[in-house]
């Protein structure tokens, strides 16, 4: 009898407690925006599969153990509640659209909802984690119908992008705006600068461009100084890498085997050269040619900035230092910038601003092989370094490497390692701007840019000879230099400086109630302040809508 009672006892308290643990929720969902009730909204107990839908109405009833209860559903944020008892618990979801964030465009900023071009847009939350040496890698994979591949796999290079395809006029390359400032490639601008892209698409976006435009414009805003306290972020990043999917190269034993069998019906090596390429196989030599031009890089980037601002000024000052080594045996790309930017309002009318960017560049590349077949012919008898050549002789640097003795193809790793090929780059460029806002919507930009490039290419192969032995089967001509040669071409580039007005904003749109010749009034005021020639004659007959005049 006892036994029975204590199992009723613990029944009752384990039925107490679960009641208790148990909550019934219930109420509605609507959109914080219009005020509507909600169809089908996910409900779902946190780290559960319990859950349910609302209905026509957007309501719900739900019956939960823990505390906490999601509601999710397609183009609003989730809203995670706190349920502490049983309950009408009402939720208010809120829009998770975009079409408020405002984006740059060729005539200025504008909001999405208003944009009726194709843009892509991309800002620093995006790419703030992407350890790339070139700015122009950031694209890759963040711009819908944007095409971003590798050029090549030397360090440092443009990636090839294509945002209007294939076309014929120009080079298929897009227009790149820094800053408002057009230019030919960005390798010089420190992927740690950028603030936001946007990427334009059509013909609409890109008409204000020209013909130089129609392969698409990416436009770049750098980031600058921001007020309030001083910011000051370092960040550093280091790596490894090495080539993928390696070539699998013949060992000396398989290479031998192979030109035997190739060679067993050929009577001119059968008789006078398999006895010197027997005696190259047995001497023991087993290079992997492969491994021998190949090598486990090594890339550090650190940048370190400083931005600040006060209610009339803001600065900032970014340094960036890459040193990226490609996976090919000396090639590298190193890259110092600098970039200073400042704005200072005169009054609330007026704002004026510079942005200065230098950078120097140093890159080596492998072009010194002619192609990568050079490296697949080379046979595994020849070693790196040749054990005829005493170590004390004189230009013992040059002449160390060993010639290939059977194939007729030179040493793989002395076509690298011999020449000193390099360019060196210096890139300053930046601008000085005057910003007057003559309306609210409404304000006129001067922006006075500038450019000067400089590209140095160096290229010293130097005089080397090659010790062959008494096996030799190759030709030996091609095997050493006979004279030091000495490259230099040098390029400057130099940009014109044009000043640019920049007129709108926001299209000078007609948000207000004006009348035609209020509107005629204002423009021409406008066009007569900036010495641009008026005819207000030719302008259409309009209707309350968008009237824009562009003045380059």
């Not at 209905?55 to 809203?79: A, H, I």
């Not at 120097?360 to 002619?370: L, S, T």
């Not at 304000?443 to 840019?449: A, E």
């Amino acid at each position: 009898m006892s036994k029975h009672l204590l199992f009723i006892l613990i029944l009752a308290v384990c039925t107490n407690v679960f009641a208790q643990q148990t909550k019934s929720i219930s109420g509605v969902v609507y959109d914080s925006n219009t005020g509507e009730a909600l169809i089908g909204v996910s409900v779902l107990e946190v780290g559960t599969t319990n859950g349910t839908i609302t209905d026509f109405d957007g309501k719900y009833t739900l019956k939960v153990s823990s505390n906490k209860v999601s509601f999710s559903y397609v183009g609003f944020k989730t809203e995670i509640v706190n349920v502490t008892n049983s309950g009408t618990y009402n939720v208010n979801l809120v829009s998770d659209n975009e079409l408020d964030e405002v984006v740059v465009i060729g005539y200025g900023t504008q909001r999405k909802s208003d944009l009726t071009g194709a843009l892509a847009s991309i800002s620093s939350k995006d790419i703030k984690n992407y350890a790339v040496s070139n700015a122009s890698e950031l694209l890759t994979g963040k711009a819908a119908g944007v095409f971003v591949a590798a050029s090549s796999g030397q360090p440092g290079s443009d990636a090839v992008i294509r945002v209007r395809g294939l076309g014929t006029v120009n080079d298929n390359n897009p227009l790149y705006v820094v800053d408002g400032q057009f230019m030919d490639n960005i390798s010089s601008l420190n992927p740690s600068d950028i603030e936001r892209m946007e990427v334009l698409k059509d013909a609409s976006a890109c008409a204000i461009y020209g013909s130089r435009g129609s392969n698409g414009v990416i436009l770049i805003t750098t980031k600058g100084g921001v007020k309030g306290e001083t910011t000051v972020t370092l960040d550093a990043y280091v790596g490894v890498k090495n080539s993928y999917k390696a070539l699998n190269m013949m060992n000396s034993d398989q290479y031998y085997n192979f030109i035997m069998k190739a060679y067993e019906n050929d009577a001119s090596f059968q008789n006078s050269m398999k006895d010197k390429f027997t005696n190259q196989y047995q001497k023991g030599y087993n290079t992997n040619w492969w491994n021998e031009v190949t090598r486990t890089a090594f890339n550090q980037n650190y940048n370190l900035s400083i931005r600040k601002g006060t209610d009339n000024s803001r600065s900032s000052l970014s340094l960036g230092y890459v040193d990226d080594q490609g996976a090919i045996i000396t090639t590298e790309f190193k890259r110092l910038s600098l970039k200073a930017n400042l704005e200072y309002d005169i009054n609330k009318f007026i704002t004026v601003g510079a942005n200065v960017n230098l950078a120097k560049i140093r890159k080596r590349d492998a072009g010194a092989i002619p192609s990568f077949d050079f490296i697949q012919k080379a046979d595994p008898f020849t070693p790196v370094i040749s054990p005829l050549v005493d170590p004390s002789s004189e230009n013992y640097e040059y002449n160390k490497y060993a010639p290939t003795e059977w194939s007729y193809d030179p040493n793989p790793v002395a076509m690298l390692e011999l020449p000193n090929r390099y360019n060196d780059i210096f890139n300053v460029f930046g601008n000085v701007f005057a910003q007057i806002k003559l309306y609210k919507g409404l304000s006129y930009r001067v922006q006075y840019s500038f450019e000067r490039y400089h590209d140095t290419f160096k290229d010293f192969r130097p005089v080397y000879s090659s010790t062959f032995s008494e096996d030799n089967l190759a030709n030996q001509e091609s095997k050493y230099n006979k004279e030091t040669q000495l490259n230099n071409n040098s390029a400057v580039t130099y940009k014109q400086p044009e000043i640019t007005p920049r007129e709108v904003k926001k299209h000078l749109l007609c948000c207000r109630t004006w009348d035609v010749s209020t509107m005629y009034m204002m423009i021409d005021t406008l066009l007569r302040s900036i010495s641009v020639p008026t005819v207000l004659q030719d302008l259409p007959n309009v209707t309350v809508g968008a009237i824009s005049h562009q003045s380059h």
